[in-house]
C-alpha cells in the first residue's frame, strides 16, 4: 500500500507543468535529438571520433544561437533593468543630502502649468474648442483684428485636449444614457446602468468637476506629454529652471512611476504603505544623469550619439525622483467610473529618489556565447590535429609498405 501511494506522488511529480515536466522535455528532447545524431555519429566514426564531432556541432549551434540571445537579448537572459528606490524626502527636496536638495524650491525656477498654458494660449482652458478654432480662423478679418495668431501647439495639441466646454461634457453623458435606454427598450430589458433625470443631472455635475479638477491639477509632466515645444518655450523664456535636472514627461517615465507606485504601497517606511496607488497623485518626474542623449532627431545627431555612446563602456549613475501628494478619500459610485482623485490640499508632498540598475539582463548570453566560442574552435583545433596526425602516420604507413 505504501508503495502504491508512493508511486502515485511521483506520478502526480511528473505531471507538475512548471518545473519537472518542463525539465522532461528538455531532457528528453535532447536525448533524441543530440543522441539521435551522436548515435549515428558512433557507429559511423567510431565512438572518440563519432563524440567528437557531435561536440563540435553542438558547440557550434550553441554559438550561433548565443549571438542571437545576446544581441537581442532574449532566450538565456539574467535580471533586466530596473529602478530601484534609495530614498524617500517629505516636503521640501532641499532637505536631501544628496544630490537631489539641487531641486529644492529655493534653487529652482518653477511655474505651474496651468499658468504656462495661459501664457502662451490666452483662455485656452476656459474655451471649448470650437470657440478656440473660431477665435482663430484665418479667413475672418474681424476675428484677426482681435485675436493674435497663437502658437502651432495651442490648437492642435494642447488645445483638443484641455479645452472642453461644460456644455459638450453634459451633451455626451446624456448620449451614453439615451443609448443605453434605446439598447434596453429594443432588447426588452431593464438596464441598471441607465439613470433618472435627477441622476444624470448629478452625474453630469460628477463629469464637469472631474474635468475642471484635471485642469486645475495639470502637472509639468503632464503639460509636457502634451506638447514639448510649450516647455522648451518656457525654459527659453525663463519660466522653469530646474538645476541640471530634467523635466521627464509622464509618458516618458511610465516605468519610473510604476516602480515608484509599487515602493510606496509596499515599503514600511512609506506613509502609504499597504494601500494603493489610488492614495496618492503623481506629481512630476526629474531625471539626472546616465548616457548622454542626442540633442535632435536629426541623422548626424543620431549616428554621433550612437558612436559616442558605444566608446563610452562606463555608465555614469543614471537617478530619478517621482514626487506625489496624497488625496482624499472620495467613494466610488456604483455603476460609474471611479472620480479623477483629488488632491489634499493640506497634505505634504512625497518624492522618491531612485537609481537605475542595468542589471545583467544579456550577461547570461554572453556567457554561454563565450563559453561555447571556446569549446568551439577548442575542438575543432582537436580535430585539426588529429587530422594532420592521420595523415602523417599514413604516410609513414605508406612509405613503409613502398620500401
Known amino acids: 500500500m505504501i508503495d502504491k501511494v508512493q508511486f502515485l506522488h511521483l506520478i502526480a511529480g511528473i505531471g507538475w507543468d512548471p518545473e519537472i515536466r518542463g525539465a522532461l522535455t528538455v531532457l528528453v528532447g535532447s536525448l533524441v535529438l543530440f543522441g539521435s545524431v551522436w548515435l549515428i555519429l558512433n557507429t559511423n566514426l567510431g565512438n572518440r571520433l563519432g563524440t567528437l564531432i557531435a561536440l563540435t556541432g553542438f558547440f557550434g549551434w550553441m554559438l550561433v544561437m548565443g549571438i542571437v ?132 443631472e448629478n452625474r453630469i455635475e460628477t463629469v464637469i468637476d472631474d474635468q475642471q479638477r484635471k485642469l486645475s491639477q495639470l502637472t509639468l509632466s503632464g503639460l509636457a506629454t502634451l506638447s514639448a515645444d510649450i516647455m522648451d518655450d518656457a525654459r527659453s523664456d525663463g519660466l522653469l529652471e530646474f538645476n541640471e535636472w530634467n523635466l521627464l514627461s509622464t509618458s516618458s517615465a511610465g516605468e519610473a512611476i510604476a516602480s515608484a507606485d509599487a515602493f510606496l504601497v509596499s515599503d514600511g517606511a512609506s506613509p502609504f504603505v499597504n494601500g494603493s496607488s489610488d492614495d496618492f497623485f503623481v506629481l512630476n518626474t526629474f531625471q539626472k544623469g546616465g548616457k548622454p542623449k542626442r540633442s535632435s532627431d536629426g541623422a548626424v545627431d543620431r549616428v554621433l550619439n550612437e558612436i559616442r555612446n558605444t566608446v563610452v563602456f562606463w555608465h555614469p549613475t543614471n537617478r530619478v525622483v517621482v514626487t506625489v501628494i496624497p488625496t482624499l478619500d472620495k467613494e466610488p459610485i456604483a455603476g460609474q467610473a471611479p472620480p479623477f482623485p483629488e488632491i489634499d490640499p493640506n497634505a505634504q508632498e512625497v518624492s522618491v529618489v531612485m537609481e537605475r540598475n542595468l542589471g545583467s539582463l544579456r550577461l547570461p548570453a554572453a556567457v554561454t556565447t563565450i563559453g561555447s566560442a571556446l569549446a568551439f574552435f577548442g575542438l575543432c583545433y582537436m580535430l585539426k590535429n588529429r587530422e594532420l596526425e592521420l595523415r602523417r602516420r599514413t604516410e609513414d604507413w605508406e612509405s613503409t609498405t613502398a620500401t
Not at 502658437?151 to 479645452?163: D, F, H, R, V
Open 69 to 200: 540571445w545576446w544581441i537581442y537579448g532574449i532566450g538565456l537572459t539574467g535580471d533586466s533593468p530596473t529602478w530601484e528606490p534609495k530614498e524617500i524626502i517629505y516636503g521640501d527636496l532641499g532637505e536631501s543630502e544628496s544630490d537631489v536638495q539641487k531641486l529644492g524650491s529655493s534653487q529652482i525656477i518653477v511655474t505651474e502649468a496651468s499658468e504656462i498654458v495661459n501664457t502662451y494660449c490666452p483662455g485656452l482652458i476656459e474655451a471649448t474648442v470650437d470657440v478656440q478654432r473660431e477665435r482663430f480662423v484665418q479667413n475672418n478679418v474681424d476675428l484677426q483684428l482681435d485675436y493674435e495668431a497663437p502658437l502651432p501647439y495651442c490648437t492642435e495639441s494642447i488645445g483638443e485636449k484641455l479645452a472642453v466646454d461644460q456644455g459638450t461634457l453634459a451633451d455626451r453623458t446624456r448620449q451614453v444614457n439615451n443609448q443605453l435606454i434605446a439598447d434596453a427598450e429594443q432588447n426588452g430589458i431593464e438596464d441598471s446602468r441607465i439613470l433618472s433625470e435627477e441622476e444624470l
